[in-house]
């Protein structure tokens, strides 16, 4: 059976990737607007990570938190938030999907429903399309992105 | 069952809505060569479609066929290489892939082996990085991007 969780293990560990990419630059640089996608390079990392958390939070019918940018403006914060969240989506993730996947969820930043099974895929999607943009504004500043490959890696979070 | 099959025809949907997107640039802005990613906006595309292909041919043990970029050098050409290959990638995907996701295969441009499943991953990735490339590139040209949300679309492409 194709695994939604390879998915997101892939997504975890380039993100860590990323945000030890991070480390090479000076905080402004982290926080400086650029041009499309969603602001700044911190600010990317921090939707990622806020976006999945809501449609999980949305899925297992958990009252949405609302994360502000202003309380998570250094790489140091927003990787904390990411590893803290991640034990919850783990847990969620590990298990049995399969049982509810057809379930359909209302959440409250948006007017429709959807399938559990749909928004497993947005999910995954979002920061796959996220961190294509980040792999071009690291090429604007003279920076190697970080390798996007999924073959080659090896995954072990979600049993 | 989580499918596959879903991200295939997600991605080929946005890919469609990217040609339609690439009709009002002028040709050379099609192929102007720009900061990060592969190239230029066309030269994206084409890569796009010869990965994709590559790899499907190579789960199906069927000989690489090499495409170069000067003879698929225009807009018409990448979106009817892309039409043509697509039916036979739609012949593959309908058939039953969870029988044989787990083989291993070798590919003429790796060294290394990969499963079936993995390599399947690994193109739905592919696609999906770049074209969050090409959404940074398109606001830089002060355009607005191909909308890339999964949820709220409509699939049928395969049965």
Same mark, same amino acid.
């Given at each position: 059976? /194709?695994?939604?969780?390879?998915?997101?293990?892939?997504?975890?560990? $380039?993100?860590?990737? !990323?945000?030890?990419?991070?480390?090479?630059?000076?905080?402004?640089?982290?926080?400086?607007?650029?041009?499309?996608?969603?602001?700044?390079?911190?600010?990317?990392?921090?939707?990622?990570?806020?976006?999945?958390?809501?449609? $999980?939070?949305?899925?297992?019918?958990?009252?949405?938190?609302?994360?502000?940018?202003?309380?998570?403006?250094?790489?140091?914060?927003?990787?904390?938030?990411?590893?803290?969240?991640?034990?919850?989506?783990?847990?969620?993730?590990?298990?049995?999907?399969?049982? /509810?996947?057809?379930?359909?969820?209302?959440?409250? !930043?948006?007017?429709?429903?959807?399938? $559990?099974?749909? /928004?497993?895929?947005?999910?995954?999607?979002?920061?796959?399309?996220?961190?294509?943009?980040?792999?071009?504004?690291?090429?604007?500043?003279?920076?190697?992105?970080?390798?996007?490959?999924? /073959?080659?890696?090896?995954?072990?979070?979600?049993?």
């Amino acid at each position: 059976m /194709i695994k939604i969780k390879k998915f997101f293990e892939y997504n975890w560990q $380039i993100r860590d990737e !990323w945000f030890k990419w991070c480390k090479q630059l000076a905080p402004e640089a982290l926080t400086e607007k650029r041009v499309g996608g969603v602001e700044s390079i911190l600010f990317t990392l921090f939707h990622i990570v806020d976006v999945e958390y809501s449609w $999980i939070r949305g899925i297992q019918k958990k009252e949405d938190i609302v994360f502000h940018f202003s309380d998570y403006d250094t790489l140091e914060k927003v990787k904390t938030l990411s590893d803290e969240l991640r034990k919850e989506l783990i847990h969620f993730l590990k298990t049995d999907i399969e049982n /509810i996947k057809d379930h359909f969820i209302k959440v409250p !930043w948006d007017k429709d429903t959807y399938s $559990i099974d749909e /928004i497993l895929h947005h999910i995954v999607i979002h920061e796959i399309h996220h961190i294509g943009q980040l792999s071009v504004w690291s090429r604007e500043l003279h920076l190697a992105p970080v390798q996007a490959n999924f /073959i080659g890696r090896q995954f072990n979070l979600i049993p």
